[in-house]
């Protein structure tokens, strides 16, 4: 019961860093899902400029501590700009403002996350499906199931 009135009076938008997080429908999140469908892709291409699957298998089969340190070092810039895009896409602001502004800056966009994830209730959902992933791999693990 008092959990219920605490998720009532949670509000539905905030503005935190000049920035408005809203309360989101189901729909905004799936949106937001399938914007980032393609990040394998973008991750790779960007990772290995110009190469096909076929000379990036080779490249990988033949990895060195300097072709270590380049994917890496793709990987250390795409992952945060793959990130920062995903979260523009899902509150609704532009992936410019999120990465320019120097008012946000990396604790604002921690601060937005946070805002996120409470407006929009978000923790008990997680938990929930924790938990149930949980039963999930422990029944598999029990069967001996390999699929």
């Known amino acids: 019961m008092i959990k219920d009135f605490l ?8 503005t935190i860093h000049g920035i408005e997080i809203k309360k989101l429908p189901l729909g905004a999140y799936l949106d937001a899902i399938e914007s980032v469908k ?3 892709e973008i991750l790779l291409n960007q990772t290995f400029p110009g190469m096909s699957s076929e000379q990036i298998f080779a490249k990988l089969k033949k990895m060195d501590e300097k072709a270590l340190s380049d994917i890496l070092g793709n990987l250390v810039v795409q992952i945060p ?12 602001v532009p992936y410019e403002t999120l990465r320019d502004d120097p008012e ?13 994830w409470r ?12 938990k149930a992933v949980k039963v999930l791999l422990e029944q598999k693990m029990k069967s001996g199931s390999r699929t």
Do not use: C
């Not at 946000?104 to 996120?116: H, Y």
């Open 81 to 92: 700009d793959q990130a920062i895009r995903f979260l523009s896409n899902l509150i609704g």
């Open 38 to 40: 393609n990040i394998p």
């Open 119 to 130: 407006v929009n209730d978000m923790s008990d959902f997680f938990q929930d499906v924790g």
């Open 7 to 14: 998720r009532r009076s949670i509000p539905k938008k905030s």
């Open 104 to 116: 946000i800056g990396l604790n604002g966009i921690k601060d937005i996350i946070k805002e996120f």
